[in-house]
């Protein structure tokens, strides 16, 4: 079952004095879907999601936040002060560091995170092999971890997290360090993943998020300037052009086939007859 | 406090992975050293390092399992010399709590302080268990104060004396080199950042 | 998952460490013998990988030539009445080299029963083992932890030594310049090792590593111990008896 999220008016210091990381930022994201958070670096979305998990206030008592999260409809104000998992679950930006580095098999290292919850032996076994099997990883069960490729790493992160069934799945930058056919993959994996968990993407591009997200939020230097639907978001990207560098215009122009008529009025503004 | 929850408080977070590099470097430093041709081992650099930013216990644990890892890894005895690096990384924590590494003749001082007990430590273990004999250059130095008329215990001792100052005082002053560069918004995530040289918060 | 008769192996080492302080040197070089024979002829004790072979070999033959040198560095050095050998400046005394045959069979003879055990077995499942029989899973982690920062350690000092030599860092001059240089090496290592600590730290717990639990010790694996095992340890306790024996005998 997916988990609800609704964010109020959270406003986000790392210590006083310094400018706000986060400010006055609400959102709702209905269950189950994927909202993506896009904007360019420093712009507060990496804060935001370690906001959400709860490793943020943990790490920096002396931090000063205001507002609420409501998080599967439990309020934390201003955010949760230990780490949510299972509950929420986290994705790094380097998958690298993502995986422990201390199991000889993708297999153990999946089931690493099952054991670090305490989760009765006989049971690890069963899980982490649907696990693997749904994420296409099956094949790579006894590859050591150091060997696999970019978007095999990237992909066995996610298992790692995705093993304890999150309700609500933050991914910091998932397709930065990926190849186009890796990030065809993940993109199809994660379409399947929204039907049963709420997702929350960040980018600092578009054009992985574009198909996989139905709601947008445009950050920029911690305050929220966009937060819209798919068809809306379309209709303010030439506006976001030197925000949102965009890297391969095919996935843009995919969106073509299906036409309405906020795209039309997009292709038209940007000059795509 | 027991030593077990105070192990536990310094081993939380980013501490623990820190711990293991930190390992990891005693038991390849000697590599490092030797691709620079440098006649040192550092093989404590690590157990510095930990006992700084992290605490006294964290370093007497690096200490101890550093020594086993090594044992494993080709060089047999020295896991009898682990009392003697856990003794390194609790005088080095207590030292660093007390203030020592926020001013380089502190840290000068500590390093020859710590290599003085070092010798002491090392020399029952050597002379006991090794008569003296322990494998590497440092050996001769032993024979030659065997040779002039002294005991074993004596003789091992005084080679103590002769380097491990020498060793430990480059080991700290490298250690303290290293760590007064490092960005605060780093070392501010360890429990020992305050035992490090106070900087302005602008930097 | 194999075997690696963990038990009576640590046994053994025991009981090989025993007799290194118990036994008198002539029985000390037999036993020596016989345990650089037992990889070749005990299946159990057989080096896991060719690297492992070639650890054990490279001692033996570095054992060989310490022993003749502690054997012969002490008759030179040490003084004694009856000289056993004499050419030109060379003087044996004949103290000096029955001190180095007391000293080195047992220095090589605890040497290679910690040999034995480590080529035999990999570090990892002893390790397990450790877990196993309760050791705190924090100490597990910065074990294992530490063992993948060995392995890719001087992959990551290789390139910063590059990186440094190709801005000219002074890598092949004086002695002093090469310890700055030293520093210029160990610098961006401990500054990319620390913030991986930082995000390692925070992946595990993002993970469920949380410090809360970690008081709880996994339960411990009851065993009944192997027949060799229990040999080893009782033979062991006999060499300590017996010495202390001797020792409290007028």
Same mark, same amino acid.
């Given at each position: 079952?997916?988990?609800?999220?609704?964010?109020?008016?959270?406003?986000?210091?790392?210590?006083?004095?310094?400018?706000? $990381?986060?400010?006055?930022?609400?959102?709702?994201?209905?269950?189950?879907?994927? *909202?993506?958070?896009?904007?360019?670096?420093?712009?507060?979305?990496?804060?935001?999601?370690?906001?959400?998990?709860?490793?943020?206030?943990?790490?920096?008592?002396?931090?000063?936040?205001?507002?609420?999260?409501?998080?599967?409809?439990?309020?934390?104000?201003? $955010?949760?002060?230990?780490? @949510?998992?299972?509950?929420?679950?986290?994705?790094?930006?380097?998958?690298?560091?993502?995986?422990?580095?201390? =199991?000889?098999?993708?297999?153990?290292?999946?089931?690493?995170?099952?054991?670090? @919850?305490?989760?009765?032996?006989?049971?690890?076994?069963?899980?982490?092999?649907?696990?693997?099997?749904?994420?296409?990883?099956?094949?790579?069960?006894?590859?050591?971890?150091?060997?696999?490729?970019?978007?095999?790493?990237?992909?066995?992160? @996610?298992?790692?997290?995705?093993?304890?069934?999150?309700?609500?799945?933050?991914?910091?930058?998932?397709?930065?360090?990926?190849?186009?056919?890796?990030?065809?993959?993940?993109?199809?994996?994660?379409?399947?993943?929204?039907?049963?968990?709420?997702?929350?993407?960040?980018?600092?591009?578009?054009?992985?998020?574009?198909?996989?997200?139905? =709601?947008?939020?445009?950050?920029?230097?911690?305050? *929220?300037?966009?937060? *819209?639907?798919?068809?809306?978001?379309?209709?303010?990207?030439?506006?976001?052009?030197?925000?949102?560098?965009?890297?391969?215009?095919?996935?843009?122009?995919?969106?073509?086939?299906?036409?309405?008529?906020?795209?039309? =009025?997009?292709?038209?503004?940007?000059?795509?007859? | &406090?027991?030593?077990?929850?105070?192990?536990?408080?310094?081993?939380?977070?980013?501490?623990?992975?820190?711990?293991?590099?930190?390992?990891?470097?005693? !038991?390849?430093?000697?590599?490092?050293?030797?691709?620079?041709?440098?006649?040192?081992?550092?093989?404590?650099?690590?157990?510095?390092?930990?006992?700084?930013?992290?605490?006294?216990?964290?370093?007497? &644990?690096?200490?101890?399992?550093?020594?086993?890892?090594?044992?494993? &890894?080709?060089?047999?005895? &020295?896991?009898?010399?682990? /009392?003697?690096?856990?003794?390194?990384?609790?005088?080095?924590?207590?030292?660093?709590?007390?203030?020592?590494?926020?001013?380089?003749?502190?840290?000068?001082?500590?390093?020859?302080?710590?290599?003085?007990?070092?010798?002491?430590?090392?020399?029952?273990?050597?002379?006991?268990?090794?008569?003296?004999?322990?494998?590497?250059?440092?050996?001769?130095?032993?024979?030659?104060?065997?040779?002039?008329?002294?005991?074993?215990?004596?003789?091992?001792?005084?080679?103590?004396?002769?380097?491990? /100052?020498?060793?430990?005082? !480059?080991?700290?002053?490298?250690?303290?080199?290293?760590?007064?560069?490092? /960005?605060?918004?780093?070392?501010?995530?360890?429990?020992?950042?305050?035992?490090?040289?106070?900087?302005?918060?602008?930097? | 998952?194999?075997?690696?008769?963990?038990?009576?192996?640590?046994?053994?080492?025991?009981?090989?460490?025993?007799?290194?302080?118990?036994?008198?040197? +002539?029985?000390?070089?037999?036993?020596?013998?016989?345990?650089?024979?037992?990889?070749?002829?005990? #299946?159990?004790?057989?080096?896991?990988?060719?690297?492992?072979?070639?650890?054990?070999? +490279?001692?033996?033959?570095?054992?060989?030539?310490?022993?003749?040198?502690?054997?012969?560095?002490?008759?030179?050095?040490?003084?004694?009445?009856?000289?056993?050998?004499?050419?030109?400046?060379?003087?044996?005394?004949?103290?000096?080299?029955?001190?180095?045959?007391?000293?080195?069979?047992?220095?090589?003879?605890?040497?290679?029963?910690?040999?034995?055990?480590?080529?035999?077995?990999?570090?990892?499942?002893?390790?397990?083992?450790?877990?196993?029989?309760?050791?705190?899973?924090?100490?597990?982690?910065?074990?294992?932890?530490?063992?993948?920062?060995?392995?890719?350690?001087?992959?990551?000092?290789?390139?910063?030594?590059?990186?440094?030599?190709?801005?000219?860092?002074?890598?092949?001059?004086?002695?002093?310049?090469?310890?700055?240089?030293?520093?210029?090496?160990?610098?961006?290592?401990?500054?990319?090792?620390?913030?991986?600590?930082?995000?390692?730290?925070?992946?595990?717990?993002?993970?469920?590593?949380?410090?809360?639990?970690?008081?709880?010790?996994? #339960?411990?694996?009851?065993?009944?111990?192997?027949?060799?095992?229990?040999?080893?340890?009782?033979?062991?306790?006999?060499?300590?008896?017996?010495?202390?024996?001797?020792?409290?005998?007028?």
């Amino acid at each position: 079952m997916a988990a609800s999220l609704i964010i109020e008016h959270l406003t986000f210091q790392y210590s006083d004095g310094t400018p706000p $990381a986060l400010s006055d930022f609400s959102l709702t994201v209905p269950t189950p879907s994927c *909202c993506a958070i896009l904007g360019p670096t420093g712009s507060g979305k990496t804060t935001l999601l370690h906001l959400l998990v709860g490793s943020l206030m943990k790490h920096h008592p002396s931090s000063i936040a205001h507002g609420s999260i409501m998080i599967n409809h439990v309020r934390y104000e201003p $955010a949760p002060k230990e780490v @949510l998992f299972p509950t929420v679950g986290l994705t790094l930006q380097d998958p690298y560091v993502q995986l422990s580095g201390i =199991r000889e098999t993708v297999h153990s290292e999946v089931a690493l995170t099952l054991e670090l @919850l305490g989760t009765e032996p006989s049971m690890i076994d069963a899980q982490v092999q649907k696990t693997l099997r749904e994420l296409g990883l099956y094949e790579l069960s006894h590859r050591r971890p150091n060997t696999l490729s970019g978007g095999e790493t990237q992909r066995v992160a @996610l298992a790692t997290v995705l093993v304890a069934d999150p309700l609500l799945l933050l991914m910091d930058e998932p397709a930065t360090a990926l190849d186009y056919g890796a990030q065809a993959q993940l993109k199809s994996t994660l379409r399947h993943l929204k039907e049963k968990t709420t997702l929350l993407i960040t980018d600092t591009h578009i054009d992985f998020v574009l198909e996989v997200a139905d =709601r947008f939020v445009v950050l920029d230097k911690g305050t *929220c300037i966009l937060s *819209c639907s798919k068809a809306e978001f379309l209709a303010h990207l030439p506006e976001l052009g030197n925000l949102l560098p965009v890297d391969d215009w095919r996935e843009v122009l995919k969106l073509r086939e299906r036409r309405s008529p906020h795209t039309e =009025r997009v292709f038209k503004a940007l000059g795509f007859t | &406090m027991s030593i077990r929850e105070q192990l536990r408080i310094e081993t939380s977070g980013p501490a623990l992975p820190f711990l293991a590099f930190c390992i990891a470097l005693n !038991i390849v430093a000697g590599q490092v050293t030797a691709a620079l041709k440098i006649p040192i081992y550092l093989d404590s650099i690590g157990t510095v390092m930990v006992a700084v930013l992290v605490g006294p216990f964290a370093g007497a &644990m690096a200490g101890a399992f550093s020594n086993l890892l090594a044992s494993a &890894m080709g060089s047999p005895p &020295m896991a009898f010399f682990a /009392p003697v690096s856990i003794v390194i990384g609790l005088f080095t924590g207590f030292l660093a709590k007390r203030g020592w590494f926020k001013h380089w003749y502190l840290v000068a001082i500590g390093g020859i302080l710590q290599g003085v007990l070092a010798a002491v430590c090392s020399a029952p273990i050597s002379a006991y268990l090794f008569s003296g004999v322990m494998m590497a250059g440092t050996d001769f130095l032993v024979m030659y104060f065997r040779s002039v008329g002294n005991s074993i215990l004596e003789s091992v001792f005084y080679q103590g004396l002769a380097s491990d /100052p020498v060793d430990k005082l !480059i080991s700290y002053s490298m250690v303290f080199l290293l760590l007064r560069n490092l /960005p605060q918004r780093l070392t501010s995530r360890f429990s020992g950042a305050a035992n490090l040289p106070n900087r302005s918060p602008a930097t | 998952m194999t075997n690696y008769h963990l038990g009576p192996k640590s046994a053994l080492t025991l009981l090989l460490t025993t007799c290194a302080f118990t036994l008198p040197w +002539k029985i000390q070089l037999a036993l020596l013998c016989l345990v650089v024979l037992l990889p070749f002829i005990a #299946p159990p004790l057989r080096p896991i990988s060719p690297k492992a072979s070639r650890t054990f070999l +490279k001692f033996i033959w570095f054992s060989c030539t310490l022993g003749a040198v502690i054997v012969f560095v002490n008759g030179l050095l040490i003084r004694g009445d009856e000289i056993t050998y004499e050419f030109g400046p060379i003087v044996l005394s004949t103290e000096g080299i029955v001190f180095g045959l007391q000293t080195a069979p047992r220095l090589l003879l605890i040497s290679f029963s910690i040999l034995l055990l480590f080529i035999s077995t990999p570090i990892r499942s002893i390790i397990d083992r450790l877990q196993e029989s309760g050791l705190p899973r924090t100490m597990v982690m910065v074990l294992l932890l530490a063992l993948y920062f060995v392995e890719t350690l001087p992959d990551r000092i290789e390139r910063i030594f590059v990186a440094q030599e190709a801005r000219g860092a002074p890598i092949r001059a004086s002695l002093l310049s090469r310890l700055k240089a030293l520093v210029t090496i160990l610098s961006p290592l401990l500054l990319s090792s620390l913030s991986e600590s930082v995000e390692r730290g925070t992946a595990l717990e993002l993970r469920g590593f949380l410090v809360s639990t970690l008081s709880v010790p996994p #339960p411990a694996r009851a065993r009944t111990p192997h027949i060799a095992t229990i040999v080893f340890l009782c033979v062991s306790l006999l060499l300590v008896a017996y010495r202390i024996l001797v020792w409290l005998r007028p």
